[in-house]
């Protein structure tokens, strides 16, 4: 524990604390078969977070929380390993585990530092996981040594440009204007919040991912549906219905 890194070390304990209300949306989301994704729970046709050819691939989730999207990899004959950094979140995942008779490994460590030898997966996947509380400049290269040539990386986090309309009080929804500065935003500490979160420009993100071996094969602006609902308060509707408040970066390491 103290050898984490100290925004590490503060996640794990902001995400055990925050796990308790995490557990009915994790039920939720295991007892589902059909994928949707991020605070508006879009569709997988929208996204397309899951590449095609995946059955009998082996994947990571990054971040997996209580794991529910290892669990649709897993029902898809995808050989899954979900990683996270709070004891807690896993104790949900592990609880659902055996409540749906689905066992795949759940390791409890930084996504950062991966105790899996170079080249082990096909596949690794994020949403709002170590691509939001990570260091981009840990975890990116960190998968691209787990992924095979020509593996994908897939993850859905919130949008630079809505991160730079959220106004700094809890509770209160993005605004139609720009609150903070754009260049050297990376890491957020909000206030009154112990997290840490890591937020990259679009340039940022297309430096690293190529530095580390990626290429780029799309970024998805997530538009939610005009009835969607969401139990977040940080972006309404009317807002997202008119800048994407999500993006799934969708890369491959380069053969
Ligand atoms: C919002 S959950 C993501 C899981 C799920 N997709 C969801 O949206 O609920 C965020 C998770 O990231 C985990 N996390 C934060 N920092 C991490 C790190 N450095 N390594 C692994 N997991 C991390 C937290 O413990 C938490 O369970």
């Not at 896993?90 to 689905?102: D, F, I, M, N």
Request: with cysteine.
């Amino acid at each position: 524990m103290s050898d984490l890194p100290e925004h590490v070390r503060r996640n794990r304990a902001l995400w055990d604390d925050w796990a308790q209300k995490f557990v009915a949306a994790g039920e939720a989301a295991w007892a589902q078969d059909t994928p949707t994704w991020g605070i508006w729970g879009v569709s997988e046709s929208q996204v397309g977070m899951f590449p095609e050819d995946l059955a009998e691939k082996e994947a990571i989730e990054l971040g997996c929380g209580t794991a529910y999207v290892s669990a649709w990899l897993a029902r898809r004959g995808v050989r899954v390993v979900g990683i996270d950094n709070s004891a807690a979140q896993l104790a949900t995942a592990r609880r659902l585990q055996q409540q749906y008779g689905l066992d795949f490994p759940l390791l409890h460590g930084n996504a950062e530092a991966v105790p899996s030898p170079d080249a082990s997966f096909d596949f690794a996947i994020s949403e709002y996981g170590a691509c939001l509380w990570a260091d981009p400049q840990r975890w990116v290269p960190e998968a691209a040594r787990l992924l095979r040539p020509g593996g994908r990386l897939v993850f859905l986090v919130n949008s630079f440009l809505m991160t730079l309309c959220m106004a700094a009080e809890d509770g209160v929804a993005a605004r139609d204007r720009l609150l903070r500065p754009a260049f050297g935003l990376s890491r957020i500490e909000w206030p009154g919040d112990i997290g840490v979160e890591f937020h990259l420009s679009h340039g940022e993100w297309i430096r690293l991912l190529r530095r580390a071996g990626f290429e780029i094969e799309a970024l998805v602006e997530v538009r939610p549906a005009p009835t969607a609902t969401t139990r977040y308060p940080f972006v309404t509707l009317e807002w997202a219905r008119q800048w994407p408040c999500e993006e799934v970066w969708k890369v491959r390491r380069r053969a």
